[in-house]
């Protein structure tokens, strides 16, 4: 852990705003389309490296990945909602 007598670290919590090629490659690879997965997880690669750099270079003291590697929004909420149509299909042929 780092330590200071001269001055309080800074550091953030939470996620940054995700870059647009983040977010196009990450749709991309949630569409399962060809090469999709092994190029998103290149360009997550990439963006983790600049956004750590542009921390560092701010003078943020602790930095971290932005929370870049967690599911996007948009995602997590398809995800859910074919969950949530699977569920209802399920019932509607179970109890009609």
Do not use: C, F
């Amino acid at each position: 852990m780092k330590h200071s007598q001269d001055r309080i670290l800074t550091t953030h919590v939470g996620s940054l705003i995700r870059p647009p090629e983040l977010l196009k490659a990450g749709e991309a690879a949630w569409e399962q389309q060809p090469g999709a997965q092994s190029a998103y997880e290149t360009t997550l690669r990439e963006q983790v490296t600049a956004v750590v750099k542009r921390q560092a270079e701010t003078g943020i003291d602790i930095v971290n990945d932005g929370e870049y590697q967690r599911v996007h929004p948009t995602i997590m909420w398809a995800k859910l909602e074919s969950l949530v149509q699977g569920a209802r299909t399920a019932s509607d042929e179970l109890w009609g």
